[in-house]
């Protein structure tokens, strides 16, 4: 596959990105007969779920009455999520998106972590199409500047309705003075960030800096979904390193936090892997209550990456020791272009 600017026209990759978005992004329009091809549709709706650097951590293995989920350690990025706790919060918003898809597909759906995976068991049940399972196709990470205007008081109470639970606590800043505060801690882990050469190439590998490259891997960091222009990898990567500093970086984030309606912190009551699933199953209802809203959503998750800053972060906005395990600013914005998945039969085991 040739790749743009290097023979390729610009327009046919642009074609054969919103194919593959139209089809990637869609949700059920029945529900399989088939309790295979049921459970295959669970998987896919799985799949569209938040997940860190768009690294899709999971696999997924069908049995009677359930399906399991385990980490995919082949995708891990050690050197931003050391811990993994990144990766076991993708799995938290996976399994969400299935349990929210169970329900459509009249099936309840009981998950919970059993030791190096994720055990759910699927029992009949009333089906029922809820607002957070018709907001799986529409729910996106939009790296942009917001429009800057306030949400409307039961907005906010719809999002922090949707992330409640009793084993995370969520932390909802819409006052301008603690989104500068959290703003503040963003700039200073992510110039720690910037400052590492390994974190560097780390991000660099998951970029991907055109459509050719993005429908080749379909998976990773998208430019066009940033809002940057997308180019050949060997030019994207030289204006990657060219470009991404920490002065340019810290200045992004200042405007976008500034353009944002709010912050929203999320932090288990446990700093384990059962913990930090809980938390990213309550993030991914929130973001898919955001998304039923027309709201845009993007992770600030730097302050809890940069061990250094994390502990200051967690007092500072009042979590004491608590550790906090994802970071959320919030607001509206247009839809950028959508990033991609890996096909189901890429992420089912045998």
């Known amino acids: 596959m040739l790749a743009v600017g290097a023979g390729a026209p610009a327009h046919a990759s642009d074609d054969r990105y919103a194919d593959a978005v139209a089809h990637t992004w869609r949700l059920a329009d029945e529900v399989p007969a088939?309790?295979?091809?049921?459970?295959?549709?669970?998987?896919?709706?799985?799949?569209?779920?938040?997940?860190?650097?768009?690294?899709?951590?999971?696999?997924?293995?069908?049995?009677?009455?359930?399906?399991?989920?385990?980490?995919?350690?082949?995708?891990?990025?050690?050197?931003?999520?050391?811990?993994?706790?990144?990766?076991?919060?993708?799995?938290g918003c996976a399994t969400e998106n299935l349990v929210q898809a169970a329900l459509a597909f009249g099936r309840h759906a009981a998950a919970r972590v059993d030791g190096s995976g994720v055990r759910i068991e699927l029992e009949p049940t009333a089906p029922k199409r809820c607002a957070l399972f018709e907001a799986i196709a529409q729910r996106q990470s939009t790296r942009a500047a917001y429009d800057g205007r306030s949400l409307a008081?039961?907005?906010l109470r719809a999002l922090e309705r949707a992330a409640a639970a009793d084993d995370v606590q969520t932390v909802v800043m819409t006052e301008r003075r603690r989104i500068e505060q959290v703003r503040d801690f963003v700039v200073a882990?992510?110039?720690?960030?910037?400052?590492?050469?390994?974190?560097?190439?780390?991000?660099?590998?998951?970029?991907?800096?055109?459509?050719?490259?993005?429908?080749?891997?379909?998976?990773?960091?998208?430019?066009?979904?940033?809002?940057?222009?997308t180019m050949p990898r060997w030019l994207g990567s030289a204006v990657f390193r060219l470009f991404f500093t920490a002065g340019r970086e810290n200045d992004k984030i200042a405007s976008q936090m500034r353009s944002s309606a709010g912050v929203a912190v999320f932090a288990a009551n446990r700093a384990d892997a059962s913990g930090w699933?809980?938390?990213?199953?309550?993030?991914?209802?929130?973001?898919?209550q955001a998304a039923a809203l027309d709201v845009r959503t993007a992770f600030v998750n730097q302050p809890v990456e940069v061990a250094a800053v994390r502990a200051q972060f967690a007092r500072a906005i009042g979590l004491g020791e608590r550790r906090p395990d994802l970071i959320v600013r919030f607001g509206r914005a247009p839809r950028l272009p959508p990033s991609l998945r890996r096909p189901v039969d890429a992420v089912m085991m045998s």
Do not use: K, M
Not at 277 to 288: I, K, N, P, V
């Open 277 to 288: 699933f809980a938390a990213g199953r309550a993030c991914e209802r929130f973001l898919l």
């Open 189 to 229: 882990a992510n110039s720690a960030q910037i400052a590492d050469p390994a974190f560097i190439a780390e991000l660099e590998r998951w970029i991907r800096f055109s459509a050719d490259e993005a429908l080749a891997q379909r998976d990773g960091l998208f430019a066009r979904s940033s809002g940057n222009p």
């Open 153 to 155: 008081p039961d907005e």
């Open 34 to 91: 088939d309790p295979g091809a049921l459970q295959r549709e669970l998987v896919r709706h799985a799949t569209l779920a938040a997940n860190g650097h768009n690294t899709q951590p999971w696999r997924f293995r069908s049995r009677w009455g359930g399906i399991d989920v385990e980490p995919d350690l082949a995708r891990r990025t050690p050197v931003v999520d050391p811990d993994d706790h990144h990766l076991w919060a993708s799995l």
